[in-house]
C-alpha cells in the first residue's frame, strides 16, 4: 500500500524559512515523478516543484531562487526547503507521485498523479 505522509510545516514570519518533507513507503518513488503541490485558501491547487526519475528539477516561477526540491533514496523521503518565504506561500502543502513514466514530470496534470499525502499546512505572517 502506498503512503505519503508529510511532516514539518508550521508558523513563520516573512523572510523565515521552513522544510517540509513527505515521507514514502509502498512505491519505488525514485523512478517516478514526484512533486509538491499547495492550496491557498480559496485559490485552486497550484504544482510548484517537480523532480524526475533522473533528479531534475523544476519549479514554479514564484518560487524559483527560493525554494528547493529534494530525494533522499536511502530514507525514501522527499523534502522542500523553503527559504525566503512570503505571506503569499501561505497554504497546504501535499506532496504527490505519479506512475511510470518518470522523465517528463513538470508538464503533468494533477490526474496524472494517482498518490498523495494528506497536506500539511505553512503560515507565513507579514
Known amino acids: 500500500q502506498v503512503q505519503l505522509v508529510e511532516s514539518g510545516g508550521g508558523s513563520v514570519q516573512a523572510g523565515g524559512s521552513l522544510r517540509v518533507s513527505c515521507a514514502v513507503s509502498g512505491y519505488t518513488y525514485s523512478t517516478y515523478c514526484m512533486g509538491w503541490f499547495r492550496q491557498a485558501p480559496g485559490k485552486e491547487r497550484e504544482k510548484v516543484a517537480t523532480?524526475?526519475?533522473?533528479?531534475?528539477?523544476r519549479y514554479v516561477d514564484s518560487v524559483k531562487g527560493r525554494f528547493t526540491i529534494s530525494n533522499d533514496n536511502a530514507k525514501n523521503t522527499l523534502s522542500l526547503q523553503m527559504n525566503s518565504l512570503k505571506p503569499e506561500d501561505t497554504g497546504m502543502y501535499y506532496c504527490a507521485g505519479t506512475g511510470p513514466p518518470g522523465v517528463v514530470c513538470f508538464p503533468r496534470v494533477e490526474r496524472d498523479f494517482p498518490y498523495w499525502g494528506k497536506g500539511i499546512q505553512v503560515t507565513v505572517s507579514s
Open positions: 523532480v524526475n526519475s533522473m533528479g531534475a528539477t
